[in-house]
Structures are given as structure tokens and as C-alpha cells.
């Protein structure tokens, strides 16, 4: 069993930043893929960034690729994302997740929210204009 729980949401006026943490349990961090997705009221839930387990790889949507960085600390069961020039849009319930069999299947498919298997309760972030 894997906890994952993030930290960092709040209120941000548009062009702002905020560091999203999502910590996980668990002694094998180093072997899991970890993603960030948000779900917006009303929408469905979408992918953010992805970053593969020695954060060698990262992913992003176009949406917000140049603003959003996601790092990972393996040391600190620790996945990171770093969110700048913040625009309302980007408002939303910001969820972590982890996908812990993709290293030893030797396939990987940071986009699909279907092959993450664990998720954290999720943090919301609002952006105003």
C-alpha cells in the first residue's frame, strides 16, 4: 500500500507561483513513475506532468509547458511541482499519483491516468484574476 499526500495549494492571483509536494510511503519511491493531474468542476481529470523514476524523463501538457516544472527527491519520497505565471484556467483540485509497476514492465505511459495506481487526496489551488 502506497500513501501519497499533497501539500502546497492555495490562492494565487494570476502570474503568481506556487511548489505542490506530494510525499509517498513506502521504501520503494526510487522505482515509482509519479504524475500530477487536476480536475477543474465539472471537467474531467487531466494530466499535468509526469516524471519517470530517476527523473531522467518529463512530460507535461502543452497547456503548461514553460510555466510548470516537476522534480522528484527519491531521498525524500518526494515529488515536486513547481507551478509559475499561474492563470485562472489553471484552477483546480491538483492530484498526485503513482505508478509502481511501469519499471518492471519496462513500459511506461505518463499520460494515461488508467496505469497510475495509487492516488493522494488531492490539493486545491485557485488562481484569481
Known amino acids: 500500500q502506497v500513501q501519497l499526500v499533497e501539500s502546497g495549494g492555495g490562492l494565487v492571483q494570476a502570474g503568481g507561483s506556487l511548489r505542490l509536494s506530494c510525499a509517498a510511503s513506502?521504501?520503494?519511491?526510487?522505482?515509482?513513475?509519479m504524475g500530477w493531474f487536476r480536475q477543474a468542476p465539472g471537467k474531467e481529470r487531466e494530466f499535468v506532468a509526469a516524471?519517470?523514476?530517476?527523473?531522467?524523463?518529463?512530460f507535461y501538457t502543452d497547456s503548461v509547458k514553460g510555466r510548470f516544472t516537476i522534480s522528484r527527491d527519491n531521498a525524500k519520497n518526494t515529488v515536486y511541482l513547481q507551478m509559475n505565471s499561474l492563470k485562472p484556467e489553471d484552477t483546480a483540485v491538483y492530484y498526485c499519483?503513482?505508478?509502481?509497476?511501469?519499471?518492471?514492465?519496462?513500459?511506461?505511459?505518463?499520460?494515461?491516468?488508467?496505469?497510475?495506481?495509487?492516488w493522494g487526496q488531492g490539493t486545491q489551488v485557485t488562481v484569481s484574476s
Open positions: 499519483a503513482a505508478d509502481i509497476d511501469s519499471y518492471y514492465k519496462g513500459s511506461y505511459y505518463p499520460y494515461n491516468r488508467y496505469e497510475y495506481d495509487y
Open positions: 513506502g521504501r520503494s519511491f526510487s522505482v515509482y513513475a
Open positions: 516524471i519517470n523514476w530517476d527523473g531522467g524523463r518529463t
